[in-house]
């Protein structure tokens, strides 16, 4: 089948389901986890995980500057090390810059973003490229690090009765997009809650530190980041452990600033909790632990959400004593 047939027949995939059927069909077995995990000396595993923003697709320079998609191109990637309980070491940066913003203010504010990050977290920037581009801004982002060998937290880890957590408050990354998309800007907002969701979507923090008290402890038996939505990515975590999952809507965490956002910028039958539920980008941490350390992820801030269950078919939400479906509605390049 040539590449015109392919286009006319136009079949529309989910991204993660494509990348399943790419693993089989070439044998491509060490991809489905936030990085790659691959032996690196006598005592360590190196870690690998790559980004791609897009202008106008993860990011607007009409909501944001070139210092802040530099910090989101870095976060991004350092989210995916967080993930597997690794230590973030190295980033590399390849740009594609159209010739409107090839000059050196635009690039060195690019590059101050992403350095302040990297200092943050003792991260080396040690190569990259650059290329010109017809159209749009594209940065891709490599971050390599490390863990002790064998103690990567993988998304295939969790085991039937095992509690579900997260690292955070939800909802406050799809919140500030809402605003982005209504006409409010960060430095026009008035309103300290807005600014503050604003912040969250233009400017993420990763949650390395938390991951290092998750690896130390052994903590974690699944792991995850929360990029598309926690209903997408418990399902990923569902399906690599092969188990279903039950969680109490009473139980997630909402950020304290959702009640800033205004009833006209929901869509029809929304509410809050759908924000938390289905908004990606807040990067917080998803995970799974064994009952017996319930008290151990708690005083380090972990927040229990539910459990995950034998039945593969079961991905359900309780909601006031009601059980429902839970639908996985997070964000899907190719179908937004």
Not at 113 to 126: P, R
Not at 149 to 166: N, Q, W
Not at 217 to 236: F, P, V, W, Y
Request: aromatic share 8%; hydrophobic share 40%; with cysteine.
């Amino acid at each position: 089948m040539n590449l015109v047939d392919l286009c006319q027949r136009h079949i529309l995939m989910d991204e993660f389901d494509f990348i399943e059927k790419l693993k089989h069909h070439f044998n491509f077995e060490i991809l489905g986890d936030d990085c790659a995990v691959l032996p690196f000396g006598e005592t360590d595993d190196l870690l690998i995980t790559t980004d791609i923003l897009v202008e106008d697709i993860d990011f607007r320079f009409s909501w944001s500057g070139p210092n802040l998609v530099g910090h989101k191109a870095l976060a991004v990637s350092l989210s995916d090390l967080a993930a597997m309980a690794g230590e973030p070491v190295w980033a590399f940066f390849s740009v594609a810059v159209p010739e409107l913003l090839w000059n050196e203010q635009f690039m060195t504010s690019f590059y101050e973003g992403i350095n302040t990050l990297a200092e943050e977290f003792s991260v080396s920037i040690a190569g990259g490229d650059m290329s010109g581009s017809k159209d749009k801004f594209l940065v891709d982002c490599i971050v390599a690090g490390r863990c002790p060998r064998g103690t990567a937290v993988l998304r295939s880890g969790a085991r039937p009765g095992d509690l579900i957590f997260v690292s955070g408050t939800l909802g406050g990354a799809q919140a500030g997009l809402r605003f982005l998309e209504n006409g409010v800007r960060q430095e026009g907002a008035v309103d300290g809650p807005v600014r503050r969701l604003i912040k969250k979507q233009l400017q993420p923090r990763p949650e390395v530190t938390f991951s290092k008290h998750l690896g130390t402890g052994g903590l974690a038996t699944s792991l995850i980041d929360i990029s598309d939505g926690l209903s997408s990515d418990l399902l990923r975590l569902c399906r690599a452990s092969k188990t279903g999952a039950v969680i109490e809507a009473s139980g997630i965490p909402l950020d304290p600033d959702l009640d800033a956002v205004p009833p006209e910028m929901l869509r029809t039958g929304e509410t809050v909790l759908d924000l938390a539920l289905h908004g990606g980008e807040d990067f917080r941490l998803l995970f799974t632990v064994s009952p017996e350390d319930r008290r151990s992820v708690e005083a380090i801030g972990g927040i229990e959400i539910g459990r995950m269950v034998n039945d593969e078919e079961t991905y359900e939400i309780v909601k006031s004593g009601d059980v429902e479906k839970l639908e996985a509605r997070g964000f899907d390049h190719f179908r937004e």
